[in-house]
């Protein structure tokens, strides 16, 4: 049994408390990554994402603490958490 179904397996067998901690520490866990990913990025980086069907490639024009605003090329702009992006080798 691999480690997410052993998770999920643990999960239903807690009661209401025990959720409630595990829920924080995947929201920890989430921040965790996004602001690290983050702070791997500079304005200018070219960066894709996947969102409604398409992947969306453009250019990092902002970086917040969370989120970063990603400029499309003709289409504007996306404000994108930072954990889906990912970088995108320069050609």
Do not use: C, H, P
């Amino acid at each position: 049994m691999n480690r997410v179904q052993t998770a999920i397996t643990e999960i239903r067998n807690m009661n209401n408390d025990e959720l409630n901690s595990v829920i924080d520490a995947i929201k920890l866990q989430r921040t965790y990554l996004a602001r690290t990913t983050a702070r791997a990025m500079a304005i200018g980086d070219t960066v894709e994402f996947d969102a409604r069907g398409r992947t969306i490639r453009g250019v990092v024009t902002k970086i917040n603490r969370k989120t970063v605003v990603v400029r499309e090329q003709g289409y504007g702009q996306w404000k994108v958490t930072a954990s889906m992006l990912r970088m995108v080798e320069a050609a």
